[in-house]
């Protein structure tokens, strides 16, 4: 298989400039900022010091008011709810935020990272086992992609 690299296009050298001169940067770090489209210091200001202002609507997200609801209904039946992440680190990141907000919500709240050598990556099979007989009503996951389609049938 052929890799190929591709280079960033070049900056603007009068942005990059003005960029390093206005945060008191190098220049290698102000090309890289230019190079994500971030060119002024107020768009350096919202990258290195974010708003939840800023952040978009997560009801934008295909059914989230479904998934809200699920989980609120758990939450207000006491079930025993399972965050389920990958191994990697935004999936262990993931599951640490979500498991210490939901830990304030409740206490019927667990964790399941899977082994990466045993079960693979994303959800699993045992995963799923582990939550039903350890009587798990809801199963959150997170970070696990979009294609477990027959896992979660499987489930």
């Known amino acids: 298989m052929e890799k190929r690299w ?3 296009s070049d900056c603007n050298d009068d942005t990059v400039t003005k960029i390093a001169d206005e945060l008191n940067i190098d ?4 090309q890289i ?4 489209n971030i060119c002024s210091f107020d768009e350096a200001k919202d990258f290195f010091r974010p708003n939840l202002e800023h952040l978009h609507n997560p009801f934008l997200m295909k059914d989230m008011d479904v998934a809200v609801a699920r989980i609120e209904v758990a939450i207000d039946n006491q079930e025993k709810i399972l ?3 990958d191994y ?3 999936g262990t990141t993931s599951v640490a935020l979500a498991y210490s ?10 964790y399941y990272i899977p082994d990466r050598y045993l079960e693979g990556y994303g959800i699993s099979t045992a995963g799923i086992d582990y939550a039903k007989e350890n009587d798990f009503t809801l ?4 970070d696990c992609g979009i294609k477990s389609i027959d896992k979660i049938d499987y489930a």
């Open 33 to 36: 900022l230019v190079q994500r």
């Open 101 to 110: 907000f939901f830990s304030q919500l409740t206490s019927n709240i667990e």
């Open 139 to 142: 199963i959150i996951a997170l």
């Open 27 to 30: 220049r290698s770090l102000a």
């Open 6 to 8: 591709v280079k960033a």
């Open 83 to 85: 965050i389920y992440g």
């Open 88 to 90: 990697d680190v935004d």
